[in-house]
């Protein structure tokens, strides 16, 4: 695939520096230019060629303002079908799209005879191709869909549209737009003024854009925060907010208690292990709501809120010159977590594989977890993310005590094996241990290997148990 370097960049402005270019240009690309040249619009943006693919400083600067690339395009051109450059849009040149060869059984019954069956040929739907295709699975997609004003979407079977307005196709059948969804998630911010949403609205917007966005795959590992880059800029922006590792700092005391959902999950070495960017698979909050409010350590003794650090702070520990040559990458991969915490060894604790899960109601499926258990057989907690390494020295530490609600954990029924249960009997032994809206501390599992301190899990104790074991006071430094 042809890509603009440092060294072709200048001969590439010149007028027809694209004629007879080797290697030649993809199709997709050379569809993409002929799209253009019939909506009569002069400019077209194309990563590979508009962005200088071996300067790593000035990629990481353009790809962090594309939303402001997105949002002032007249239209985005998506190639829904293509698996690759080498994929042309179809439709476009002669030959090129398939055939509308889908059919659906009709059964046709009137009140005293049954007709014999028809078929029908009909057109794949956007629903259906989305659902079938690879688009939707591939990270560099996802803020294409949500930030883009309007769409031209080409699938092997047809065209369609898509705008605020809604969707339409070129067989001049309407369409809904609810065929996909990514398309709206930001509609909310877009259609409403500058910091008129509340903080739990934005919160819960974020974590469902990392929800969404983490089960996506990614050729290159180190490429998940800068995929996702865009839609930070329009929350930073819109909302005010500051990322550290792909975490708000102003919420980090709440952002640090997702937990994933995928079962094999693994670590991506170029992000701190203490964000859901530092581990692959899809990440999720839903067992921790903003509406539930942290103590914080002015309000309540041995109950501590993280202390965080801004990441200027963080970083003012390299000297100036090896900061300045750093970009915006480089800079979130050694952000450094510094806490003052009461850490607890996991020795004191029994840690025990959880009871096989059914599914949950909210859809949202469970990575396996493990029951924490005292030396005398109490069930006292839960842990979720740990994947049984026993290398290192393993401590629990308290992050927070969230407040939670009667309605929210002793009567949220829930089907975990062939028993039905409370959410905070899932968690504890609710026959021994008593509800209150402060009962459960939130815990990260970390470990220490040689020097360097990782997290490897998160969970919740019950605070009669935690108060009861012995602490030690300590600073950290989480990476």
């Not at 990629?59 to 007249?74: C, E, N, R, V």
């Not at 591939?138 to 883009?148: A, V, Y």
């Not at 903003?290 to 000297?319: F, G, H, K, Y």
Request: charged residues 20%; contains cysteine.
């Amino acid at each position: 695939m042809f890509k603009t370097t440092s060294s072709n960049c200048n001969a590439l402005q010149q007028p027809g520096a694209f004629l007879g270019i080797e290697p030649p240009l993809n199709p997709v690309v050379r569809d993409a230019i002929e799209v253009s040249r019939r909506l009569a619009e002069r400019y077209l943006w194309i990563d590979a060629l508009c962005i200088p693919q071996d300067n790593e400083i000035q990629k990481a600067k353009l790809i962090t303002g594309m939303d402001s690339i997105y949002a002032q395009a007249f239209l985005t051109i998506v190639a829904l079908s293509a698996d690759s450059a080498e994929s042309p849009l179809p439709g476009v040149r002669q030959d090129t799209r398939l055939a509308n060869i889908a059919s659906v059984q009709l059964s046709i019954t009137r009140t005293d005879e049954r007709l014999p069956n028809k078929f029908l040929a009909v057109r794949p739907s956007l629903y259906d191709v989305l659902r079938k295709g690879s688009y939707n699975s591939r990270g560099w997609t996802f803020q294409e869909s949500c930030l883009s004003r309007r769409c031209l979407i080409f699938t092997d079977h047809g065209t369609f549209f898509h705008c605020d307005s809604g969707l339409e196709s070129d067989s001049g059948m309407s369409a809904t737009s609810d065929a996909w969804p990514e398309r709206n998630i930001l509609s909310s911010v877009f259609e409403t003024r500058e910091n008129s949403l509340d903080v739990c609205y934005q919160y819960n917007l974020y974590t469902r854009l990392v929800f969404d966005f983490s089960k996506r795959k990614l050729t290159y590992s180190e490429d998940s925060l800068k995929a996702i880059s865009g839609i930070f800029a329009v929350l930073s922006s819109r909302f005010g907010w500051r990322f550290v590792a792909g975490m708000p700092s102003h919420l980090m005391g709440h952002a640090l208690l997702w937990r994933s959902a995928s079962p094999n999950q693994l670590r991506n070495p170029n992000f701190p292990s203490w964000s859901w960017a530092g581990w692959s698979g899809r990440s999720h909050w839903n067992f921790q709501s903003l509406m539930d409010p942290l103590w914080t350590e002015s309000e309540i003794r041995n109950a501590p809120l993280v202390p965080l650090q801004s990441e200027i702070e963080i970083l003012q520990e390299l000297n100036t010159e090896a900061l300045s040559s750093l970009d915006t990458h480089d800079r979130i991969r050694i952000s450094v977590l510094h806490v003052n915490v009461d850490s607890v060894r996991m020795g004191t604790f029994q840690i025990t594989p959880g009871k096989p899960t059914r599914g949950l109601p909210d859809h949202i499926p469970i990575a396996p977890y493990e029951e924490i258990w005292t030396t005398d057989g109490l069930r006292c907690g839960i842990l979720y993310d740990f994947q049984g390494d026993k290398r290192g020295v393993h401590k629990f530490i308290a992050l927070s005590r969230s407040k939670w609600t009667k309605e929210r954990v002793v009567f949220r029924g829930r089907v975990y094996g062939e028993h039905f249960t409370s959410w905070f009997g899932h968690v504890c032994d609710d026959k021994k241990l008593a509800f209150s809206e402060y009962c459960l501390v939130n815990v990260m599992l970390v470990v220490t290997k040689e020097t360097e301190t990782e997290r490897v899990g998160i969970g919740l104790i019950h605070n009669d148990v935690w108060q009861m074991v012995a602490k030690v006071r300590e600073n950290m430094e989480l990476r």
